[in-house]
């Protein structure tokens, strides 16, 4: 079982930058692939970004291409997501997850999932 813990959140301006991490405990999830989804009120939860147990391979959202990058270290066992350019269209709760296997973009195929961190980004 992994337990994930999502941090970095907060409150920034339009065109700031925030550092999201995503620390799992208990099974390490150095073979699994992890994502990161949001979830901006009233909306459905949309994929973001994944990235591979190598993390050779890393996917994204066309909204945050270019602005956005994933990384892992698994000696850590943490998953990081890089925000820059941000706009008050990613405001949104941030929320990784992971699963065994290859990368999805459908949330309802990975296994566990940490509670989430809040981004707000003021105009």
């Known amino acids: 079982q992994v337990q994930l813990v999502e941090s970095g959140g907060g409150l920034v301006q339009a065109g700031d930058s925030l550092r999201l991490s995503c620390a799992a405990s208990?099974?390490?999830?150095?073979?699994?692939?992890v994502a990161w989804f949001r979830q901006a009120p009233g909306k459905v939860r949309e994929f973001t970004a994944a990235i591979s147990w190598t993390g050779l391979s890393t996917a994204y959202a066309d909204s945050v291409k270019g602005r956005f990058t994933i990384s892992r270290d698994n000696a850590q066992n943490t998953v990081y997501l890089q925000m820059n350019s941000l706009k008050p269209e990613d405001t949104a709760t941030y929320y990784c997850?992971?699963?065994?296997?290859?990368?999805?973009?459908?949330?309802?195929?990975?296994?566990?999932w940490g509670q989430g961190t809040q981004v707000t980004v003021s105009s």
């Open positions: 208990g099974r390490t999830f150095g073979s699994d692939t």
């Open positions: 997850a992971g699963r065994r296997g290859g990368y999805y973009s459908d949330d309802g195929v990975y296994e566990y």
